[in-house]
């Protein structure tokens, strides 16, 4: 035997009752799902649908103070490192340019001297 798949649909009435009764407090999403058999995946679209998205669930990250303050210490620190790196690159760039520019003299003063 076949089962056959039930679509429910919700009127527009419906919809509203739900949506102000969570926005009165009288149901949290949860209840209103048991109390009316529906899913709160119906209820977070009915919300979306509607423009109470306050009523969505928000996710709010608690940290120490302690924990924002290390998180700006060490970006810092990072932008230091950076610079530092940075800054050692053009020392070694330099370097190597005045190294190149040496060893280009000294090759001028063997030919120079080599063809006195």
């Known amino acids: 035997m076949v089962t056959q798949k039930?679509?429910?649909?919700?009127?527009e009435a419906f919809k509203q009752k739900v949506i102000s009764e969570l926005s009165s407090g009288k149901y949290l999403k949860t209840e209103a799902a048991k109390v009316y058999g529906i899913s709160i995946g119906s209820i977070h679209q009915w919300?979306?649908?509607s423009g109470k998205r306050e009523l969505l669930n928000k996710i709010v990250y608690v940290k120490m103070a302690d924990e924002k303050d290390k998180i700006k210490e060490l970006e810092?620190?990072?932008k230091e490192l950076e610079s530092a790196l940075a800054k050692a690159h053009?020392?070694?760039?330099?370097?190597?340019t005045t190294l190149e520019v040496y060893e280009?003299?000294?090759k001028n003063k063997k030919k120079g001297t080599a063809m006195r």
């Open 47 to 49: 919300l979306n649908k």
């Open 104 to 106: 280009e003299g000294e």
């Open 90 to 96: 053009l020392e070694i760039l330099a370097l190597k």
């Open 6 to 11: 039930i679509t429910k649909r919700y009127s």
């Open 76 to 78: 810092k620190h990072k």
